[in-house]
């Protein structure tokens, strides 16, 4: 079985510039988290989808990061535009209904230059 | 607020040789705990987690970790260190309780295996 799968794995642009990642979910995993870290800092949650709805998104840090979850399946993170600060590794987790056990993605490191 | 504190950002130890690696968290309930692992390249893998019962749990790779309540710890250990094991470490800490919330994590601990 597929585990959870990023794309892209990098990801330089410029200030400004928009970029969309993109994750796809263990198949049947209702659950989708998304987190991100930054160099030299914990690995921090932005925020929760279960199945299409958001659950959770007290994590994201502004309105220039946009989530969506159509359909239930894959999601997408889009920064719009993108700042120096956004700059570090998102990283993408799934999980079964109900369950605490989180299944990660090896991240999108994205450098904003 | 919600903390997980992991006290040691790199540990080197020879392989062969015992490994202790420290994670305290906050709050007043005990949260579920779990640890983490991540290798140059991949994803976070899930090495254990406790939820409730039995204070010493036993993961995968031979690694296991003890809870102490009185502590507000949860130490991973493992016995023999093998040169596979440098990576780094994430101990995390789920407050909600049973549900499917976001994790908090500490910041991490990178070990490094002497020949």
């Known amino acids: 079985e597929a585990g959870v799968t990023q794309f892209p794995s990098h990801s330089v642009i410029e200030k400004g510039q928009t970029v969309t990642l993109r994750c796809d979910p263990i198949?049947?995993?209702?659950?989708l988290y998304w987190y991100r870290r930054v160099m030299g800092k914990e690995i921090k949650f932005l925020l929760h989808f279960v199945k299409e709805s958001k659950q959770d998104e007290s994590g994201m840090p502004n309105n220039r990061f946009l989530a969506e979850r159509t359909g239930g399946t894959y999601s997408t993170l889009k920064v719009q535009p993108a700042e120096l600060e956004d700059s570090g590794v998102y990283f993408c987790?799934?999980?079964?209904?109900?369950?605490?056990?989180?299944?990660f993605g090896p991240g999108t490191r994205l450098t904003v230059l | 607020a919600q903390s997980v504190t992991q006290p040691d950002i790199h540990i080197t130890v020879s392989e062969g040789a015992s490994l202790e690696l420290r994670c305290n968290y906050s709050?007043?309930?005990?949260?579920?705990l779990f640890w983490y692992v991540q290798s140059p390249g991949q994803g976070l893998q899930l090495l254990l987690k406790?939820?409730?019962?039995?204070?010493l749990v036993q993961g995968i790779k031979g690694f296991e970790a003890e809870f102490k309540r009185s502590q507000s710890s949860f130490n991973l250990r493992k016995p023999s260190v093998h040169w596979s094991d440098a990576a780094e470490y994430f101990c995390?800490?789920?407050?909600?309780?049973?549900?499917?919330?976001?994790?908090?994590f500490g910041k991490g601990t990178h070990l490094i295996i002497q020949p």
């Open positions: 995390a800490a789920q407050y909600s309780g049973g549900g499917a919330d976001g994790l908090t």
């Open positions: 198949s049947g995993h209702d659950n």
């Open positions: 406790y939820f409730s019962g039995d204070t």
């Open positions: 987790a799934s999980s079964q209904v109900f369950a605490s056990e989180q299944f």
């Open positions: 709050y007043g309930a005990t949260p579920y």
